[in-house]
């Protein structure tokens, strides 16, 4: 069965792991979307839908755990991949939030793949049984 690839928004923003990241991405077939940091993945949120959001927590002007609360507005189904080397507090927030992952620093690529696949295919599971509850109507003649 083949997997499936999404469109992912990768918010890094030291740029050789932001770099690293989207190669191992782009590399496993999905299209991937760099922003540099919390404000310019919010102008890539209101410009487009992602089947997935993959974001630091520490970063300046925005945090991740901001990021997640905006987005999560913008797009209630996005899933949110939330990366960084904190654990404790900070962690349970994102999940409680509604972050659908949380991924230590540092991780292994496959962990990542894993996780994104993981979070795509069910990005599509869920837009797929919200179509299919959403009423069809007609014209009525």
């Known amino acids: 069965m083949e997997k499936r690839r999404g469109t992912i928004l ?11 990241v989207c190669e191992i991405m782009s590399d496993a077939g999905h299209s991937v979307h760099p922003a540099k ?7 890539h949120l209101e410009r487009q ?4 959001l993959v974001t ?16 999560r507005a913008l797009w209630p189904r996005l899933p949110v991949v939330m990366v960084s080397g904190e654990f404790g507090q900070v962690r349970a927030d994102a999940i409680r939030q509604g972050a659908y992952a949380w ?12 996780t994104i696949e993981s979070a795509v295919a069910n990005a599509r599971v869920s837009d797929q049984s919200m179509k299919e ?6 014209a009525a003649k």
């Open 56 to 71: 630091d927590y520490h970063m300046p002007s925005l945090n991740g755990l901001y990021l997640l609360t905006i987005s």
């Open 49 to 52: 839908p992602y089947d997935v």
């Open 133 to 138: 509850d959403t009423p069809s109507y007609t």
């Open 103 to 114: 991924l230590s620093k540092p991780y292994h690529a496959d962990q990542l793949l894993r």
């Open 10 to 20: 990768v918010v890094e923003d030291d740029p050789d792991t932001r770099h690293i």
């Open 37 to 43: 940091d919390g404000l310019d993945a919010l102008a």
